[in-house]
Every structure is written in structure tokens, then in C-alpha cells.
């Protein structure tokens, strides 16, 4: 679906749920602890694309350890706001991960699915460490079983948009995080 009508697009917006000011100061508790967890330690965050692009960017200017980055991909939302049940992975990251600790970054734990799938691809290639950072948690919704090391927000189980969340494809740009109107 293109939508190109401003007032339309707003419109779909309910409220906002977590706001810019909750987000930054979450950010920079998050950003000490993973400076007080990983100090001396080869650092990767591996940020699952697209929707956590915009909190890893927030994520690594708030650590102050030496740390790389890398992007991987994944699929398993297609349209909307209904999951297909199937994770693909679209985009891998090229470099050998076995002498660093990673840390993977994702946007939201619905399902579990991606998380379990990109988790059982990275432990295989025998990283020091892996563990996982997730902006937001939706408990209810888990079908299989995974839990983040990291948490910063958990929530209901309800759609969510915005800093880097999407609905088909929009309101990634949004700085705060929002219910979606269905
Ligand atoms: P899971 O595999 O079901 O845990 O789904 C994870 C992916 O689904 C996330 O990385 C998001 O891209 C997407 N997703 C799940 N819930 C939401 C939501 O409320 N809003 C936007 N995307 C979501
Ligand atoms: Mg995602």
C-alpha cells in the first residue's frame, strides 16, 4: 500500500506510547550498562534490519566503549500487521564473528521467531559471547520461547509504530513510539 495523503497518515496514529524523552533517557541507562558489561572487550552490535536501524544508531553513540557494528536482515513480517509465521534471512553479515562478543540489537521480540532463527545462526559460528539488547518485549505474543538479555521497554500486546518500527513499510521516522490504529 502507498500512502501519499498527510492527514491520513497521521491519522492512523492513536497515541503515543512511550515518548522521545522515555526513549533518550533509556538509552543513556542502557548505554552504561553495556559500557560497564563489555569494557576490555571486543564489542559487535549486530543490528537486525530494517526496524532496528534507528535504535542502533541511537544505542551505539550512547556507549563510549570501543565498538563495531554490523547489519544483518530479516523477514517475517510481510504486509501490515499480521505475522506470515516464517523468518527469512535477507541480508548476512560477511566477517568472522569468533573473536568478538555480540551483541544483537533488535527492535521488538513479538513472536520470538526472527530472534530464535538469527540466535541459532550466530551461536553456530562461535562467537566469545552472544547475547541480545531488545528496544521493546511483547511477553504475550511469544509462540516460541526467547527472552533478550537487555530489555528496555516491555509492552502489551499491541501494534506498535515509529523509531524505526513500521506498518507496511511507514511511521519508521517517527521519534517516539505509538499505537497503531487498526
Ligand atoms: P517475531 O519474529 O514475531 O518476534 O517478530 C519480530 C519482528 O516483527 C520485529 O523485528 C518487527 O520487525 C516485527 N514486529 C513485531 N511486532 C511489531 C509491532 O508491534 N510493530 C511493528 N513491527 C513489529
Ligand atoms: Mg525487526
Do not use: W
Request: proline content about 3%; glycine content about 8%; aromatic content about 10%.
Amino acid at each position: 500500500m502507498i500512502l501519499t495523503d498527510k492527514k491520513e497518515y497521521e491519522g492512523r496514529i492513536e497515541r503515543v506510547l512511550i515518548s522521545k524523552e522515555e526513549i533518550d533517557a533509556k538509552l543513556r541507562e542502557y548505554g552504561a550498562v553495556i559500557d560497564r558489561d563489555y569494557a576490555g572487550k571486543p564489542l559487535l552490535l549486530i543490528s537486525i534490519l530494517k526496524g532496528a536501524f534507528i535504535f542502533l544508531g541511537d544505542l551505539s553513540r550512547n556507549i563510549t566503549i570501543p565498538h563495531e557494528i554490523g547489519f544483518m536482515a530479516a523477514q517475517s513480517y510481510f504486509e501490515g500487521t499480521s505475522s506470515s509465521g516464517q523468518v527469512n534471512i535477507t541480508l548476512d553479515i560477511a566477517q568472522d564473528i569468533s573473536a568478538y562478543h555480540v551483541l544483537i540489537v533488535e527492535d521488538i521480540i513479538d513472536t520470538g521467531r526472527t530472534l530464535k532463527v538469527i540466535h541459532g545462526m550466530l551461536a553456530d559460528r562461535n562467537p566469545l559471547s552472544l547475547k541480545v539488547i531488545t528496544l521493546l518485549d511483547k511477553p504475550e505474543r511469544r509462540k516460541v520461547e526467547f527472552n533478550a538479555d537487555y530489555t528496555l521497554f516491555t509492552i502489551p500486546d499491541h501494534f506498535v509504530i515509529g523509531y524505526g518500527l513500521d506498518c507496511g513499510e511507514y511511521y519508521r521516522n517517527l521519534p517516539y513510539i505509538a499505537e497503531y490504529k487498526e
